[in-house]
């Protein structure tokens, strides 16, 4: 059972099977001797299908913005594919054969299941059967790390209290790299990492592949990689306390200071600012500038990955009114490049600044961060993953590029 829930959904003999099975159905039911009026009209409906299905998707992404992202072109492909695809099937039931109405209502879980799995294969949320059933992916940190020290870093979920800021957070998630477990382990840096919303600590391992990334880097350099803890910015998968104080949540004061009272406190990391970095992918990318240029006597990196260009909870109007009690001001001043302008000239603040080539709507947001740090004095990388959007495929180019960066800016590179 243990091999069947980490098998992979995201490539591999599973999802490969899944598309074939799927594809032999649909041939099934679209080769077969029909009257040419007939032929015609399941050929019209099947492209009549397409053209919706990329017609909704065009709705769902670039009028009515229902995600907040805009769709890639595989995903649009996708439900393209699956309503002219549902459009064959439909036809099938209604013109063929008995046995081959059998193989249309089978082909209907097949399709679902396919479509579902390439949207999610092009997202890279869920990549194995046991994180798409949401089961528990990791122990406690303390029974991670009761053995022997491992070739290899490992991750275990931590509780941290709210003692400041009351904050109701989901359990958070660390990674200790082979180094943090040696008899007498150097005082590490430390990376706080945010996942996106909607999303979990655990996204950051399980989608970003964080562990293994880190893991390539320890390997290469004696054991020694960043030790990286995963709060809870959102208190649960579909709220958004846009890492601010208010009704919404304390999310600002928990982050800056509930937690890295904690990381003080239990693990042993650099001590000072430059030796800490902040981080986050879309959401969590927005709060990592948010925090990172707001708290420079906290962290000396910030890494941005697809952060957003303001915080945002519905339209602007209903962000106004949920998270900053109705004052237009600070909202405006809440943003990314707001707070870099409030807090310039920098003495010594590294900004990285990463997104998808193919992220229509993030890559500009991307270089005005960017840009807006430049002119605060920060010293600013700006990193492009090729051939992704806004998903996690992204986020693992982004911090595979960003190590060496992360390493020399954070003092990493001197104790390899």
Same mark, same amino acid.
């Given at each position: 059972?243990?091999?069947? +829930?980490? #098998?992979?959904?995201?490539?591999?003999?599973?999802?490969?099977?899944?598309?074939?099975?799927?594809?032999?159905?649909?041939?099934?039911?679209?080769?077969?001797?029909?009257?040419?009026? /007939?032929?015609?009209?399941?050929?019209?409906?099947?492209?009549?299908?397409?053209?919706?299905?990329?017609?909704?998707?065009?709705?769902?992404?670039?009028?009515?913005?229902?995600?907040?992202?805009?769709?890639?072109?595989?995903?649009?492909?996708?439900?393209?594919?699956?309503?002219?695809?549902?459009?064959?099937?439909?036809?099938?039931?209604? #013109?063929?054969?008995?046995?081959?109405?059998?193989?249309?209502?089978?082909?209907?879980?097949?399709?679902? +299941?396919?479509?579902?799995?390439?949207?999610?294969?092009?997202?890279?949320?869920?990549?194995?059967?046991?994180?798409?059933? !949401?089961?528990?992916?990791?122990?406690?940190?303390?029974?991670? #790390?009761?053995?022997?020290?491992?070739?290899?870093?490992?991750? !275990?979920?931590?509780?941290?209290?709210?003692?400041?800021?009351?904050?109701?957070?989901?359990?958070?998630?660390?990674?200790?790299?082979?180094?943090?477990?040696?008899?007498? $382990?150097?005082?590490?840096?430390?990376?706080?990492?945010?996942?996106?919303?909607?999303?979990?600590?655990?996204?950051?391992?399980?989608?970003?592949?964080?562990?293994?990334?880190?893991?390539?880097?320890?390997?290469?350099?004696?054991?020694?990689?960043?030790?990286?803890?995963?709060? %809870?910015?959102?208190?649960?998968?579909?709220?958004?306390?846009?890492?601010? %104080?208010?009704?919404? &949540?304390?999310?600002?004061?928990?982050?800056? @200071?509930?937690?890295?009272?904690?990381?003080?406190? *239990?693990?042993?990391?650099?001590?000072?600012?430059?030796?800490?970095?902040?981080?986050?992918?879309?959401?969590?990318?927005?709060? /990592?500038?948010?925090?990172?240029?707001?708290?420079?006597?906290?962290?000396? #990196?910030?890494?941005?990955? /697809?952060?957003?260009?303001?915080?945002? @909870? &519905?339209?602007?109007?209903?962000?106004?009114?949920?998270?900053?009690?109705?004052?237009?001001?600070?909202?405006?001043?809440?943003? $990314?490049?707001?707070?870099?302008? =409030? *807090?310039?000239?920098?003495?010594?603040?590294?900004?990285?600044?990463?997104?998808? !080539? %193919?992220?229509?709507?993030? +890559?500009?947001?991307?270089?005005?961060? @960017?840009?807006?740090? %430049?002119?605060?004095?920060?010293?600013?990388?700006?990193?492009?993953?090729?051939?992704? =959007?806004?998903?996690?495929?992204?986020?693992?180019?982004?911090?595979?590029?960003?190590?060496?960066?992360?390493?020399?800016?954070? !003092?990493?590179?001197?104790?390899?």
């Amino acid at each position: 059972m243990s091999t069947f +829930l980490n #098998t992979s959904i995201v490539g591999g003999p599973l999802l490969f099977a899944l598309y074939g099975v799927t594809a032999v159905s649909l041939i099934v039911l679209a080769a077969r001797r029909l009257p040419t009026r /007939s032929a015609l009209i399941g050929l019209g409906l099947v492209v009549g299908g397409a053209a919706a299905g990329w017609t909704l998707s065009w709705l769902v992404s670039d009028v009515w913005d229902l995600f907040g992202v805009s769709l890639s072109t595989t995903t649009r492909l996708w439900a393209a594919g699956f309503f002219g695809a549902l459009a064959l099937i439909v036809f099938a039931l209604v #013109t063929a054969r008995r046995w081959r109405r059998v193989v249309a209502v089978v082909a209907i879980p097949l399709l679902l +299941l396919s479509a579902a799995a390439g949207v999610n294969a092009d997202f890279g949320q869920f990549t194995t059967v046991r994180t798409a059933l !949401g089961l528990p992916t990791y122990d406690s940190l303390a029974v991670a #790390t009761s053995g022997s020290t491992p070739a290899t870093g490992v991750v !275990g979920t931590v509780t941290i209290p709210a003692t400041t800021s009351g904050f109701a957070a989901r359990s958070a998630l660390v990674y200790l790299p082979p180094a943090a477990r040696r008899t007498n $382990p150097p005082a590490l840096p430390v990376v706080e990492m945010l996942s996106g919303q909607p999303g979990s600590p655990a996204d950051v391992f399980t989608a970003g592949h964080l562990a293994t990334i880190l893991d390539g880097y320890a390997a290469a350099h004696g054991g020694v990689a960043p030790i990286v803890v995963v709060p %809870d910015q959102l208190g649960a998968p579909d709220q958004n306390p846009m890492c601010v %104080d208010s009704t919404l &949540g304390n999310s600002a004061s928990y982050l800056t @200071k509930d937690v890295p009272d904690w990381i003080r406190a *239990h693990l042993h990391v650099a001590a000072g600012p430059a030796g800490w970095a902040i981080a986050g992918f879309s959401q969590g990318g927005t709060c /990592s500038i948010q925090l990172g240029a707001a708290h420079p006597e906290l962290y000396g #990196t910030i890494l941005d990955i /697809s952060g957003e260009l303001a915080p945002q @909870k &519905g339209s602007v109007a209903q962000t106004i009114a949920a998270g900053f009690a109705g004052d237009a001001t600070a909202y405006a001043a809440a943003a $990314p490049v707001s707070v870099l302008a =409030a *807090h310039a000239p920098y003495e010594n603040l590294t900004v990285i600044v990463a997104v998808g !080539g %193919d992220d229509t709507r993030y +890559l500009p947001w991307s270089q005005s961060v @960017k840009d807006a740090a %430049d002119q605060a004095g920060a010293h600013t990388h700006f990193i492009v993953s090729p051939g992704t =959007a806004h998903d996690w495929h992204t986020v693992q180019y982004a911090w595979t590029q960003a190590l060496p960066v992360l390493a020399e800016s954070t !003092g990493l590179s001197g104790l390899s």
